[in-house]
């Protein structure tokens, strides 16, 4: 090892790293830089969660969910899940050290600085910004991971990679030398993120969010049909008064409220499926800054025309991000009729047997 150049990599200007110390660095040494934050891969544990490949992406979603909750290290443990060729990898940090001068809103988006490192395959070992990593990859997925405060010495390198399981490839007898890498500015790993599940939270707040579309989509065509028919008129009066009637009487008011709330909340709750994978779509297209037109989501799947074109974004990153979400698959971009625009669609994971089986490939 006399000869490694051992020197750690830093990160981006864009970044900042929370350090294990509780303070953050930057690409010059700031001491407070801008941009996202990282967590040093000193204050982050690592962890396979190895499943069958019989099993399906919303199971596996299940299962991990459950075992990483049950074998949280920390009092209060911070989780991040992602799906993997191999089943599922597990990242967990002590949520209170990682608070210490980080925003609430900050935390919800924190993430291990070796995730924003090149993916590898076989045996190496990483320089981070505190620190070294020692890695295997199989497959395309991050397999085993452990972290030194110093470089490995062989006795470490040795009990690393011993503890691997079914390794594919050979370890070296030796630690290969560091691999000095720049902090990546992108996070494609996003797309393989595993989410919490749906609340009551969650799904109160989209019956709401659907009342509010049917009543501007009642709104408009009692409009339209004011054009066309006197009777309407009478009617939006009479519609007028028994509402001003009922706006007047706090009791009425507050039992119209409730009714309209739970007829709400049982309409988003039998299309759970639909709301889940509509919002997981949307967030793949927030990730890679693409704009939604219209789109629609129900049981029989996603709909969806984008304000792009084919050449406007990476759509092998977007459609691979989109069948990596838990409830989608099958997706199939086509040219829209309108210039600028792309169409792309989607089945749902409950939707058959066809969709389940497109679930059985890696993605």
């Not at 700031?30 to 996202?36: N, R, S």
């Not at 974004?313 to 977007?318: C, G, K």
Request: with cysteine; hydrophobic share 45%; charged share 20%.
């Amino acid at each position: 090892m006399g000869g490694i150049n051992l020197k750690q990599p830093k990160a981006s200007q864009s970044m900042r790293v929370l350090l294990e110390s509780g303070t953050f660095a930057g690409a010059d040494g700031d001491a407070q830089p801008v941009g996202a934050i990282l967590l040093s891969r000193a204050l982050c544990r690592f962890s396979l969660y190895r499943a069958s490949p019989e099993l399906s992406r919303a199971h596996i979603a299940r299962a991990v969910r459950t075992h990483a909750e049950a074998n949280a290290p920390f009092v209060e443990t911070g989780t991040l899940l992602l799906r993997s060729p191999h089943g599922a990898e597990m990242w967990y940090w002590d949520k209170a050290q990682a608070s210490a001068g980080v925003s609430p809103k900050a935390l919800t988006t924190l993430a291990p600085e070796s995730l924003f490192r090149e993916a590898g395959e076989g045996w190496r070992i990483l320089a981070c910004v505190e620190g070294f990593e020692a890695q295997y990859w199989q497959e395309g997925g991050l397999v085993a991971s452990t972290w030194r405060r110093h470089a490995f010495t062989r006795e470490q390198w040795i009990a690393f990679a011993l503890g691997v399981e079914a390794a594919a490839h050979e370890p070296p007898d030796t630690p290969p030398a560091p691999t000095n890498t720049r902090l990546l500015t992108h996070a494609l790993w996003r797309g393989r993120e595993i989410k919490p599940p749906l609340t009551w939270r969650d799904a109160e707040t989209a019956a709401a969010s659907f009342a509010l579309c049917l009543s501007g989509l009642a709104a408009f065509f009692v409009g339209q049909g004011l054009h066309f028919e006197e009777d309407a008129r009478a009617s939006a009066r009479e519609t007028a008064a028994i509402e001003e009637s009922i706006a007047s009487n706090p009791a009425l008011r507050r039992a119209r409220e409730r009714a309209e709330l739970l007829l709400a909340f049982n309409s988003a709750n039998a299309g759970a499926d639909a709301l889940t994978a509509a919002a997981d779509a949307l967030s793949v297209f927030k990730q890679f800054g693409v704009e939604a037109e219209s789109w629609r989501a129900d049981q029989s799947g996603f709909h969806a025309i984008l304000s792009a074109s084919i050449s406007d974004i990476p759509l092998r990153d977007v459609v691979a991000a989109l069948e990596a979400t838990p409830l989608l698959c099958g997706v199939e971009p086509n040219l829209s009729s309108r210039e600028g625009a792309l169409e792309l669609s989607a089945a749902l994971e409950t939707a058959g047997a066809t969709c389940a089986a497109d679930r059985g490939r890696a993605p």
